[in-house]
């Protein structure tokens, strides 16, 4: 039996480095490291036992586990303790998603959708251009880096203490990973185009309202036929709840 | 079934308990807490029944109202570290763009406490402003829990705060009605959008 199991497990797992290749490069897991450190010490985070980050990082691993490359990866969601929307991916599998952006869900295909666009940076090879050259600070503009800066789309925005850049680009793309997942996952890829048209200017997840952005989604949503209800669950209200309370 | 005079006397002083609830805090402020609630139950019985039998019938809703009358008795801040010294400390960064407030620890004290006396909740914090700004408004507040359950909501301290380091420290008097147990003192501070929450834990003691 043992001997029958032995290729299959060294199948798997070169399929699994394989995998892994895809989706985390060199260097991006100490880069991702330092910085997830540096956040911990910085923003409040909630713990990892505390409901809301378990539901957020269950709904995570969910949506990361229907697309193969996302299942050779070890997946991080953090919750930040912030009533402004936001969300963001540091590489590595790290994701970070704010109360604010609960609170703005107004169901759980939308948070889905939140968290099924920053699962698709990653899946997307967003955080595999080397890092340049920087000083001791280069943790506070740790996004410089990850985004090309050559399509004249780009723009800086801040997140606490780090900026993060915005590519257009890079942001569609990651709009093609995040319908892919939703649809497999069984949620509502629709629910895409609702929050990105809902988004206040001001919020830190104002990119997603980029009219180019929209523009290209309701494209990728007409090709996908995706026609099923937003969903909903007892557990994503709870959750809310807790989160406004 | 409680009789028409005694649900009057229950409620008004309730009533009074959480307008004592609500009132503006200033730091430093001595505050009514349970007794403050008996006397007004007191008050409140007299107005109603007309004679001290309703004085000392208020009195014991009011001081019966145990944890719902309880509010931090004593607060006092100090700045412990500039902003400068807590990017030192804590590694804090470049300003931020959006005001970051973030507990770095907090405790209870004494751990084992006696009904009637009183408990120490210290909470040190970081907070960080974006460039141009000096500081920035704090609120503080306490929910006191057993079991799971709220006891009480302890009304919010809102003070402006520097940028930098803070040591908060929130008495808070123990009921003398309070049932022996571990309770759990959760502490919130916000400024801006963000917020940070820490759990402390004392023991009441039979």
């Known amino acids: 039996m043992v001997s029958l199991l032995t290729p299959l497990l060294v199948l798997l797992c070169l399929t699994c480095n394989q995998a892994q290749a895809q989706v985390i490069c060199t260097g991006e897991q100490e880069r991702a490291r330092a910085l997830a450190q540096r956040i911990g010490q910085e923003w409040p985070l909630r713990g990892s036992n505390d409901q809301v980050s378990t539901y957020v990082r269950n709904l995570g691993q969910k949506l990361a586990q229907t697309v193969a490359e996302g299942q050779s990866l070890v997946w991080h969601f953090n919750v930040v303790r912030d009533r402004s929307a936001n969300a963001f991916s540091i590489g590595n599998g790290y994701v970070y998603v704010t109360d604010g952006a609960v609170l703005f869900a107004q169901n759980e295909s939308e948070i889905a959708a939140i968290l099924a666009h920053e699962i698709g940076h990653q899946l997307a090879g967003h955080f595999c251009q080397s890092a340049p050259h920087r000083d001791i600070s280069w943790s506070s503009s740790f996004f410089d880096w990850l985004l090309s800066k050559q399509s004249g789309e780009v723009e800086e925005q801040a997140i606490g203490s780090l900026t993060q850049v915005i590519d257009v680009s890079k942001e569609k793309q990651a709009d093609q990973y995040a319908v892919t997942i939703l649809k497999a996952a069984g949620y509502n890829a629709g629910a895409m185009l609702a929050v990105a048209r809902r988004l206040p200017k001001q919020d830190g997840m104002a990119h997603l309202r980029d009219h180019r952005r929209i523009e290209a989604l309701e494209n990728l949503l007409a090709a996908a036929k995706d026609s099923k209800p937003s969903q909903n669950s007892v557990e994503f209200q709870q959750v809310k709840k807790q989160v406004g309370g | ?206």
């Open chain 2, 1 to 206: 079934m409680w009789s028409n005079k005694k649900s009057k006397v229950l409620c008004v002083a309730l009533g009074c308990s959480l307008v004592a609830g609500c009132a503006t805090t200033e730091e430093n402020q001595q505050m009514f807490g349970a007794a403050g609630g008996a006397m007004l139950g007191c008050l409140t019985g007299t107005l109603i029944s007309r004679n001290a039998k309703g004085c000392a019938a208020g009195a014991l809703a009011g001081a019966a109202v145990g944890w719902g009358a309880v509010k931090v008795s004593q607060y006092n801040a100090t700045q412990v570290r500039s902003a400068t010294e807590d990017k030192r400390v804590y590694g804090l960064t470049k300003p931020p763009k959006s005001t970051l407030v973030k507990i770095n620890k907090g405790v209870a004290a004494p751990e084992n406490v006696k009904p009637g006396a009183q408990v120490s909740v210290v909470t040190d914090y970081s907070l960080l402003v974006p460039s141009g700004m000096a500081g920035a408004d704090v609120t503080q507040s306490w929910v006191l829990k057993k079991d799971g359950k709220v006891l009480a909501n302890l009304p919010p301290q809102r003070v402006y705060r520097q940028a930098g380091g803070w040591t908060a420290d929130a008495t808070i008097p123990i009921p003398s009605n309070a049932k022996p147990g571990t309770y759990v003192v959760e502490t919130k501070v916000r400024a801006g959008t963000s917020y940070d929450v820490n759990q402390a834990v004392f023991v009441v003691e039979s």
